[in-house]
Nanobody, 124 residues
Framework: QVQPVESGGGAVQGGGSLRLSCVSS????????MAWFRQAPGKEREGVAS???????NYADSVKGRFTVSKDNAKNPLYLQMNNLQAEDTAMYYC??????????????????WGQGTQVTVSS
C-alpha cells in the first residue's frame, strides 16, 4: 500500500511561483509512474505532469514551459515546480502513483494511489 502526502500549496499572486512536494510511504511498483493532477471547483480532474522511474516526463499543454516535475531519487520526494502561475492554475493538486504501462499518461485511471491534495490559489 502506498500513501502519498502532498505539501507546499498556498496563495500567490499571478506570475508567482510555488513548489509542491509529495512524499510517499509503502512499497510500490518496480516500474512505476508518478504524476500530479489538479481539480478546480466544478471541473473534472486533469493530469498536469508525470514522470517514470527512468525520469521520462510528460506535461499537459497548458503547463508546458511553466511547470517542471522532478524527483530526487527512487520515488521520494516528488516535486512540481510551478512558475508564472495564472489564475486558471487555481485548483486542488494531487500526487498519484501507478504502474508503468508503455508510458506515464495523464489519465487518472492509470493511477491507483492518491494523496489528499494541497490547495493552490492564484490571484490575478
Amino acid at each position: 500500500q502506498v500513501q502519498p502526502v502532498e505539501s507546499g500549496g498556498g496563495a500567490v499572486q499571478g506570475g508567482g511561483s510555488l513548489r509542491l512536494s509529495c512524499v510517499s510511504s509503502g512499497e510500490t511498483y518496480r516500474n512505476y509512474c508518478m504524476a500530479w493532477f489538479r481539480q478546480a471547483p466544478g471541473k473534472e480532474r486533469e493530469g498536469v505532469a508525470s514522470i517514470n522511474n527512468k525520469y521520462a516526463r510528460n506535461y499537459a499543454d497548458s503547463v508546458k514551459g511553466r511547470f517542471t516535475v522532478s524527483k530526487d531519487n527512487a520515488k521520494n520526494p516528488l516535486y512540481l515546480q510551478m512558475n508564472n502561475l495564472q489564475a486558471e492554475d487555481t485548483a486542488m493538486y494531487y500526487c498519484a502513483h501507478g504502474p508503468y504501462d508503455r508510458s506515464c499518461s495523464l489519465m487518472a485511471n492509470q493511477y491507483n494511489y492518491w494523496g489528499q491534495g494541497t490547495q493552490v490559489t492564484v490571484s490575478s
